[in-house]
């Protein structure tokens, strides 16, 4: 079974500043990785996805995520943070085939201070 | 956002009764999940299906049990609610695409459950 791991739980950092959270996964075959947000009192939206294709995607708000293969790695990015993006920031993998389901890291608490 | 309605939205109910949570979806995803999320645990998946009839556990099943009698409508119950079950529950669906390659989940708005 796969699993995800992200080891910033929380993460505080000033309007402007940039930002990388990581998130590792463990699965031998094929996967679809996502982030989603969530903002305070919301449910999930997704941020952005990586099924094939360029390793580096870009998604909404000026996010961007890098896939290494090699490292199991789907870092997420963004060059200048703002106090809007606080939010809580969950990584998924999923295989790219067959009945698996979709499996969520613990999340990473983002608090942007203005 | 994709048509996925959670029902209800907030209930509050004592230890030892039976509580059922719905997801109703209007997309024809195959696959329905029921997630809790509880702080620092992040979102852990209760039961999942991937068709009608068709249903397995998560890594959080004890104490808990689903049905989908139907494509649009994934059941999730409570059968004796306890105090640990108090969390807030997402339903989620996803794909396949036409190339039964998994999709992305969307989501519900999230029920609270409160046992007292």
């Known amino acids: 079974a796969q699993s995800v791991s992200q080891h910033n739980h929380h993460v505080i950092l000033s309007e402007a500043a940039s930002l990388e959270l990581g998130c590792n996964y463990s699965y031998g075959g094929t996967v679809n990785l996502f982030w989603y947000v969530q903002y305070p009192g919301q449910h999930l939206q997704l941020l952005l996805k990586?099924?094939?294709?360029?390793?580096l995607v870009k998604g909404i708000k000026g996010f961007e995520a890098e896939f290494i293969k090699s490292k199991f790695s789907f870092n997420l990015r963004k060059p200048s943070v703002q106090w809007s993006d606080t939010a809580e920031y969950f990584c998924a993998v999923n295989p790219n085939f067959g009945n698996e389901k979709l499996t969520f890291g613990t999340g990473t608490r983002l608090t942007i201070i203005p | 956002d994709a048509g996925i309605t959670q029902s209800p939205r907030h209930k509050v109910t004592e230890t030892g009764t039976p509580v059922t949570l719905r997801c109703h979806q209007t997309e024809n995803h195959r696959y329905m999940y029921w997630y809790r999320q509880d702080p620092g645990h992040g979102l852990r998946l209760i039961h999942y299906s991937y068709g009608v009839k068709d249903t397995d556990k998560g890594e959080v099943s004890d104490g808990y049990s689903v049905s989908r009698s139907k494509t649009e409508d994934f059941l999730l119950t409570l059968e004796s609610a306890t105090s640990s079950q108090t969390s807030v529950y997402f339903c989620?669906?996803?794909?396949?695409?036409?190339?039964?390659?998994?999709?992305?989940?969307?989501f519900g708005q999230g029920t609270r459950l409160t046992v007292v």
């Open positions: 990586y099924f094939s294709g360029d390793p």
């Open positions: 989620a669906i996803s794909g396949p695409d036409r190339d039964r390659m998994n999709t992305e989940a969307f």
